[in-house]
């Protein structure tokens, strides 16, 4: 696959401070930075409004048609601002990018800034001091969604509703391995890479797996927590008590989420380990692997019910 560079751009402010003021979105272009360099410069600077330099005396300082960092500079050097201002220009190879970013989970993500943004409001309104920290972590969460943009990642505003797909580049839920040696999203074949896709799709999409069954049992029965000691916590045990365990390790290891540990050490449910070979058949086997796709996570879900029923 060829490896692919993308230029992102970041507002900075007072560059050479121990800690210096970064603006609250990532930009694709130097002219969108520079505006959002001008904006974020005159919101600390009192005195100087956006009105006073297309009309007041600070206009005089710079060519009218200048950038937006050529004005700032102007005017700081002329002492009518003291605030140092440059775009940080940040180069993403978008491959490793993608490994990176094939690791977030991105309808969680979206839930948790939806949950921030009503956090926030909710606390202005208070006057608390939390806002600016919160606020801070959602411009994480912004940039984070900017630079996958930036990188050619699909828009994962669409991944509440659908499972995001190209061959070899992406997938917008956590990427499995198991069958393949290198667990790169695939599709298009009937192979290990389209195969690990359809496990981790499944497995996105179902509830997690139950603890191992030793553990629920433990849980359960009122185990010790050293194993060691089992065998004579369940000497002590009446015949009915024996029997019960016994009939309640049997439904957890039919059940359908008991868990599947793959070869990458996570675990899966067992539903989603005996239908991934079928999905794979039904849903990746058949698409063009140079085309990026989107199944609804609807009909993945209503497959997936009559399949189990």
Not at 232 to 242: D, P, T, V, W
Request: glycine fraction near 8%; include cysteine.
């Amino acid at each position: 696959m060829t490896q692919t560079t993308t230029t992102v751009y970041l507002a900075h402010l007072n560059p050479d401070d121990d800690t210096p003021t970064l603006g609250n979105k990532v930009f694709f272009t130097q002219a969108e930075a520079e505006q959002d360099l001008m904006d974020l410069a005159l919101s600390v600077q009192s005195g100087i409004t956006d009105d006073d330099l297309e009309d007041g005396e600070e206009n005089d300082l710079f060519h009218p048609e200048g950038s937006p960092l050529e004005k700032l500079q102007a005017l700081y050097d002329s002492g009518y601002i003291t605030t140092q201002a440059e775009v940080l220009q940040l180069e993403l190879h978008g491959d490793s990018v993608r490994r990176l970013l094939s690791e977030i989970d991105w309808e969680s993500l979206f839930g948790q800034k939806e949950v921030l943004t009503g956090l926030i409001a909710e606390l202005r309104e208070q006057q608390r001091p939390e806002v600016e920290a919160l606020l801070g972590l959602l411009y994480l969460l912004d940039a984070l969604q900017d630079i996958g943009d930036a990188c050619g990642l699909p828009a994962y505003e669409d991944g509440h509703e659908h499972i995001i797909l190209r061959a070899g580049q992406y997938l917008n839920v956590t990427m499995r391995q198991h069958h393949s040696t290198d667990g790169v999203p695939q599709c298009g074949y009937r192979g290990s890479g389209p195969a690990d896709t359809a496990l981790s799709i499944l497995a996105a999409l179902l509830p997690p797996p139950n603890p191992p069954v030793s553990e629920q049992l433990a849980s359960e029965f009122g185990y010790p927590k050293d194993s060691d000691d089992w065998e004579a916590f369940e000497a002590g045990l009446g015949e009915k008590r024996l029997e019960a365990i016994q009939a309640r390790r049997l439904e957890l290891e039919e059940g359908p989420m008991r868990p599947v540990q793959l070869h990458d050490r996570s675990r899966v449910p067992m539903l989603a380990w005996k239908l991934h070979q079928a999905f794979k058949e039904e849903f990746l086997a058949g698409l063009d692997e140079t085309q990026e796709h989107r199944i609804p996570k609807a009909q993945i879900r209503e497959w997936v019910e009559k399949q189990s029923g």
